[in-house]
Structures are given as C-alpha cells and as structure tokens.
C-alpha cells in the first residue's frame, strides 16, 4: 500500500520569502501522479500542482513549484514570493494512475507572518 | 457552475441515530469519493465509486455505506454513528480520463456525542 508522509506539521514563513513543504511517499509502482493541495480557513480543498512521475521536468505554477526526486520518493513545493493568502494547510497526495485511491499525507499548516 | 455539493454542512447527532450525508456534482463526472478528515491523518479515503452501480472500500470503510443509483449522486451512510466518526467529510469526483481534476466539495463537520 502506498502512503505518503509530511514530517513538518507546521512551518512558518515571512512575507515575501520562499519556504519549502517536504513531503515523500512510498511505493512500488512506476507510474503514478503526486499534488499538492492547499486548504484555507474556509475548508476549500485547492488543487496547487501536480506532478505525473514520468515527467523528469519538476512542475511550476507561478509561484509554486516542485523538487520531484524519483528516485528518493520525495515530492516537496517550494513556494516563492509569500503571500498572506498563502496561509493554509497544505496535503501532499498520490495516486497510482492504474488504481482510483488518491492517499494523503497528513498535512502542514503554513502561517505567513506580515 | 461546476460543483460538488453536500449537505448538511453541519450535523450535531446521538449515538445510534442513522444519517445520510448527501454528495451532488453537476458535471457529470464517473468518479467519486468520500473522504474524511482529523487533525494528525490527513484525509483518508472512506469509500469510491467508479460509476453507477459501481464502488469499493476506501482505507477506512468500516461504520459507513454508500450508494450510487445516480451518476450525480453519491450519498455517505452512518446506519449507527459512533462518537469515533466525528469528523471532517470531504466528498469529491473527478472525471475518469483526468484524475488530477478532483472537484471537492464544501465538507460536512460531523459531530456524534
């Protein structure tokens, strides 16, 4: 079975700076996709990015970006530029692309600080 | 719109007293999931449904039931809630061809006392 793990229940960080989200996982499988999900205080789950592993590029969404090593399970989110509206929970997330279960790590609640 | 509905938002009930939590999507989509949610485990998927007719147990099944006579329907059964299912409830779907696109819903705080 797979699982994912986040070793950092919270992080902080300054407005402005860059913070990084750790998260690694462990499986068996080859083929699989991993995200990275922000929940704000309103309990909305947010999809920030996602990674299909036989991608080597690691993935970029503005502000937001990934270290994928495949190799060492490891999928963190490096946030540039902090913004106030980053402050959230954020779950890192597998999914095997043969299966439909989509397992979560148990989450790191950012706080940015003004 | 596109979403994912559930009602209720919020439930406070008794032990033993059956509740059904509703899950709507407008967007026509195969997949869907339930998913709960406590502070240290993350979200654990509880049951899924690939399509009418069709679903499976999740990582924490035990105490709930599903349904899915309807494609857009996906309702969560507590037959005789415990107080270990209060929680957080996510229910999410996602069209087959493009997992990546999980469409969640607002959640339902659960309360059993």
């Known amino acids: 079975a797979q699982t994912v793990t986040q070793s950092q229940p919270e992080m902080s960080v300054q407005e402005a700076e860059t913070v990084t989200l750790s998260c690694t996982y462990d499986?068996?499988?080859?083929?699989?996709?991993l995200f990275w999900y922000k929940q704000p205080p309103s309990r909305q789950m947010i999809l920030v990015i996602r990674?299909?592993?036989?991608?080597?590029q690691n993935a970029t969404e503005n502000r937001f970006s990934v270290n994928f090593q495949k190799a060492a399970k490891s999928f963190s989110l490096k946030i540039s530029d902090s913004q106030l509206g980053d402050a959230a929970m954020y779950f890192c997330?597998?999914?095997?692309?043969?299966?439909?279960?989509?397992?979560f790590g148990e989450g790191t609640q950012l706080t940015v600080n003004p | 719109e596109a979403q994912v509905t559930q009602n209720p938002r919020y439930l406070i009930t008794v032990t033993g007293k059956k509740l059904t939590v509703t899950c709507s999507q407008n967007?026509?989509?195969?997949?869907m999931s339930w998913y709960r949610q406590d502070p240290g485990l993350g979200l654990r998927q509880i049951y899924y449904?690939?399509?009418?007719?069709?679903?499976d147990k999740g990582d924490v099944p035990e105490g709930y039931k599903v349904s899915r006579k309807e494609k857009r329907n996906f309702p969560l059964i507590l037959e005789s809630p415990s107080p270990n299912q209060t929680s957080l409830y996510f229910c999410?779907?996602?069209?087959?061809?493009?997992?990546?696109?999980?469409?969640f819903g607002p959640g339902t705080r659960l309360t059993v006392t």
């Open positions: 999410a779907s996602s069209p087959r061809d493009r997992v990546w696109e999980q469409y």
């Open positions: 499986t068996s499988e080859s083929d699989y996709y």
């Open positions: 990674q299909e592993a036989y991608k080597q």
């Open positions: 997330a597998y999914r095997s692309t043969s299966g439909s279960r989509l397992t």
């Open positions: 967007m026509n989509h195969e997949y």
């Open positions: 449904s690939m399509n009418v007719e069709v679903t």
